[in-house]
């Protein structure tokens, strides 16, 4: 087993996840079997209890895992499965070494950070990395873990002595280390500064890691003479630093390595000079360019409650985008707090209720994405409201599935008083209820997680359609309510159809309104399995129908084979990626790279 460690310096969000996630794209491209672990220093076990102001969206995996955001680019980049295990906190690790010392596993010792913490991580990293998880059986050839936080971290002091350790015990020839440091320009001075390079790795090499590789980030491709500056005082050959400057979209990133031969330099650091081929990434380059090229827009607005972070929401996003992409057209992302929907807000602030309205009312889609908590939750079903009686395609994910079916209730059974007991325990009208096996106790890994199977019971619905007729689906779950099993024969006699449940026939997994042209809700989440090339087909639904083509994405002929054949000319000349096309300077940046979105 080769191992690539990917650790950033100077300041955090240069985009670890999405250069480690390129890495893997491009050493995959190169025929090799990759596989992929992140580290999070924090305590907390997992991602399950955090904030998604503080950390971003949490990720789901198909065994329930709740991880952090990075796994889901790795598992997007890469087109892999990983499991709980891949994500390595220090809650997780502490965790195992302090059960081994209860059960006696250190009888007489003294139990210390080195050598039974850093063991631990080490035992964790080869004990993971040899689990398949591209469907093959066997090891894969290269993991690529990532390290994350910022070199220097207090937190990150047992992990970097661990991988310190561990690059000696792997070997000469089997570990690679990829730093990702920042070239900033200063506006004053107009040139590109390496000093906080140079410092990061004088303080990496203090830690006992010695970086075999650059990634710098920049806005514009290093000039030589920085780039020589870096090489001598980083000790790092000059055929070993690379660029990683802005682009149009994140899908650019493994091209712009590609053509700096990083797969050239990682083999030669692996010793896999004789063995890798040249990468192959024709279909990869045919989607980035295709992303670029796009002009004719698709509006959607995201109603939700943490409108202000757009990585609370990043599985969403991508979805959004690899289905407009599908569709051939240019995502725009309007933002939509759905707070400002509600009538407290008009008293309050009139100016951003009416903004807000005025975004709900010229987009071409809605979607209301899951939550947790009361606030927002009236202007999540107004949205619904809105779109049910107005036509306008709807796609509403976990809670947002939940409040469409409270707006119906309310709307068409005139059940004035329909919530949920997630917000109003002594409703009358109790449409959405806690699942009998959930804990009222313990918040964390409690809820109903991971991939389960929802079985189409209306063949003939436009989501059975747009799965391709497919009896069953399995999706990831995160959610502890549930629709209420009393309920449900009294909103289908309104007209609510529930076209998908669980195994047991009792658990309701899909909403439909038959009469409207696209009115879908769903109890998964169908993002986290959305991939380049493979757009979720309800994602595929809601970007279709927004554009008034819905009948042609219900059609079982691939959609991906279409985007492929049609794409552009190529946009790359000399190794250079040209200017994004007209319309594209108002892009935003994800994770340190412009992600190819247009939001408001």
């Known amino acids: 087993m080769k191992y690539v460690l990917v650790t950033g310096g100077v ?142 971290d207090i937190e990150s002091a047992p992990f970097i002595e661990a991988l310190g350790q561990f690059s000696y015990r792997v070997g000469t020839g089997n570990f690679c280390l990829v730093h990702v440091s920042l070239v900033p320009v200063l506006n004053v001075v107009g040139e590109q500064k390496t000093k906080p390079t140079q410092h990061s790795v004088r303080g990496l090499r203090g830690l006992g890691l010695i ?27 000059l055929e070993s630093i690379f660029t990683l400057y802005d682009v149009p979209n994140i899908w650019h990133i493994p091209l712009l390595l590609k053509d700096q031969k990083a797969h050239l330099a990682i083999s030669k650091v692996l010793n896999l000079a004789g063995i890798v081929k040249e990468p192959s990434l024709e279909e990869w380059t045919s989607r980035a360019e295709l992303c670029d090229n796009l002009h004719v827009p698709v509006r959607i607005a995201v109603v939700g409650k943490y409108t202000g972070l757009s990585d609370a929401y990043l599985s969403i996003l991508k979805a959004l985008l690899h289905a407009s992409v599908a569709c051939r057209k240019k995502l725009v992302v309007d933002w939509v707090p759905a707070c400002d929907l509600e009538k407290e807000t008009e008293k309050e602030n009139p100016n951003a209720y009416k903004a807000a309205w005025k975004l709900l009312k010229g987009v071409d889609g809605v979607l209301v994405p899951g939550g947790f908590g009361d606030r927002g939750v009236e202007g999540k079903i107004l949205a619904a409201k809105y779109a049910r009686e107005n036509k306008i395609p709807f796609l509403g994910i976990c809670l947002g599935m939940q409040v469409a079916v409270i707006e119906f209730a309310r709307s068409v059974i005139s059940l004035v008083d329909a919530n949920s007991t997630e917000f109003k325990p002594d409703t009358k009208h109790p449409c959405i209820v806690f699942m009998p096996e959930g804990s009222r106790t313990h918040m964390g890994g409690t809820m109903r997680l991971g991939s389960r199977k929802s079985i189409f019971t209306v063949k003939d619905s436009k989501s059975a359609k747009l799965y391709g007729n497919k009896s069953f689906v399995d999706e990831r779950h995160r959610h502890r309510y549930e629709v209420n099993p009393d309920m449900v024969e009294r909103l289908e006699k309104a007209g609510l159809s529930f076209a998908a449940k669980d195994e047991t026939g009792k658990r309701m997994e899909i909403v439909e309104l038959p009469n409207h042209p696209f009115f879908i809700g769903a109890q998964f989440h169908p993002e986290y399995k959305s991939r380049p090339g493979k757009a979720s087909p309800l994602f595929l639904g809601l970007i279709a129908a927004s554009c008034g083509e819905l009948d042609t994405v219900m059609n079982p002929a691939s959609v991906h084979q279409h985007l492929i054949s049609n794409c552009p000319k190529s946009v790359f000349v000399n190794g250079t990626s040209k200017k994004a096309p007209n319309g594209m300077a108002d892009v935003r940046y994800n994770n340190g790279y412009c992600n190819g979105l247009h939001t408001r």
């Open 11 to 152: 300041v955090s969000g240069l985009g670890k996840g999405v250069t480690a996630s390129s890495i893997g794209v491009l050493l995959k491209a190169c025929g090799l079997r990759v596989t992929s672990i992140k580290i999070d220093p924090y305590l907390n076990t997992d991602a399950g209890t955090m904030s998604p102001f503080e950390h971003g969206e949490v990720f789901v995996l198909d065994d329930g895992g709740e991880v952090d955001l990075d796994l889901g680019n790795y598992e997007r980049f890469l087109d892999i499965k990983l499991t709980r295990d891949n994500n390595i906190t220090t809650g997780k690790i502490y965790q195992h070494v302090i059960a081994k010392e209860r059960k006696g596993d250190y009888l007489g010792k003294t139990v210390q950070v080195v050598p039974h913490i850093t063991d631990a991580i080490q035992e964790w990293i080869e004990r993971v990395a040899a689990i398949p998880v591209d469907g093959e059986e066997g090891p894969a050839d290269i993991c690529v873990i990532e390290l994350g936080g910022t070199i220097g």
């Open 211 to 237: 970086p075999d590789i650059l990634a710098c980030r920049s806005t514009k491709a290093l000039e030589e003479n920085v780039k020589e500056k870096l090489a001598q005082f980083c000790h790092v050959p």
